[in-house]
């Protein structure tokens, strides 16, 4: 099973509440009224995107009517969502919205991954992650770039736990050509991504889609993650990446588009053992 995430328990904590209150015909206002307090700070509890105090949560069990075992749980969701998650330290520099993400994944069964770009971060080396990082902001403080890497590394981690996630990445074959950091860099890179998929079979795959495979939805788009969850109760998330902007998709249908366009990456791209062989030949290119 997953590690319990914070983040995770108070979005079902959310999920819970607004499924409750559709089931009683409530509008978000009229809920707000029971809690004493805004529409919209209803809307940010149940999205997940803040934690209900205890006097709330207790009006709104109450005027939910939820019986005594499901009270419970929802107090276990909120005792749990109190505790503090590895990412709360780099609130510094990083977005809300990124550090609500590595919550999500850290609590995740799996993550479905796209990018025409570069490697996806949860299989880089160091001098891979560092190379990035100088990319997208060549003035940042090293303290800072420290903190950067140390927080990737420890994202890096549910890899290699006892219950692993599971990732499937699907990246083109212009990213493993792509000379970030330099070609000794870029070698180290590819060797190491080699290595990671033929050690980790039941949890790892990544798979190119070559030059010739033509063209296909999310090959102008940019890099997105699908994150799937154990619980039935939670839906797919997506999470998107593009210059100016990082965002978290919960909107079923926004996400049912990301699925399908990674289902057609998925179908342009070589199978498991043709990619890695070819991941190993572009990495003896560059020796």
């Known amino acids: 099973m997953a590690p319990q995430s914070p983040t995770i328990a108070i979005w079902e904590l959310g999920l819970r509440l607004r499924e409750r209150r559709y089931l009683l015909g409530l509008t978000a206002t009229e809920a707000g009224r029971l809690a004493r307090c805004t529409q919209a700070h209803v809307s940010e509890i149940e999205r997940g995107r803040t934690r209900a105090t205890k006097d709330k949560l207790t009006r709104l069990i109450k ?11 929802l107090w276990n969701l909120h005792d749990h969502g ?32 796209y990018s025409g ?9 160091e001098d891979y992650i560092r190379a990035v990082i100088r990319g997208a902001a060549p003035n940042l403080r090293l303290s800072e ?9 420890t994202r890096q981690r549910r890899l290699v736990e006892d219950d692993p996630l599971h990732l499937t990445a699907v990246i083109s074959e212009a990213t493993l050509r792509q000379c970030v950091g330099g070609v000794a860099v870029l070698r180290g890179q590819l060797e190491h991504l080699a290595r990671l998929v033929a050690e980790q079979p039941e949890n790892l795959t990544v798979r190119v889609i070559p030059f010739s495979a033509g063209g296909f939805d999310a090959l102008d788009g940019s890099s997105f993650h699908l994150v799937g969850f154990t619980s039935p109760r939670l839906p797919t998330l997506a999470w998107q990446e593009t210059i100016t902007s990082t965002s978290l ?8 588009e990301y699925t399908l366009a990674y289902h057609q990456a998925e179908e ?9 062989r070819l991941i190993r030949d572009t990495a003896k290119e560059l020796s």
Not at 117 to 125: A, D, E, R, S
Request: hydrophobic fraction near 35%.
């Open 63 to 73: 005027s939910y009517e939820f019986d005594s075992d499901e009270s419970a749980e």
């Open 82 to 113: 109190a505790q503090r998650g590895w990412w709360n330290r780099y609130t510094g520099i990083f977005s809300n919205e990124l550090l609500r993400f590595f919550g999500y994944e850290y609590g995740a069964e799996s993550v479905r991954t």
């Open 117 to 125: 770009g570069l490697i996806p971060g949860l299989v880089q080396t």
């Open 145 to 153: 770039e420290e903190l950067r890497v140390t927080a990737r590394k």
């Open 249 to 256: 998709i919960d909107h079923t249908m926004t996400v049912r």
């Open 268 to 276: 342009r791209a070589l199978d498991r053992e043709e990619s890695l």
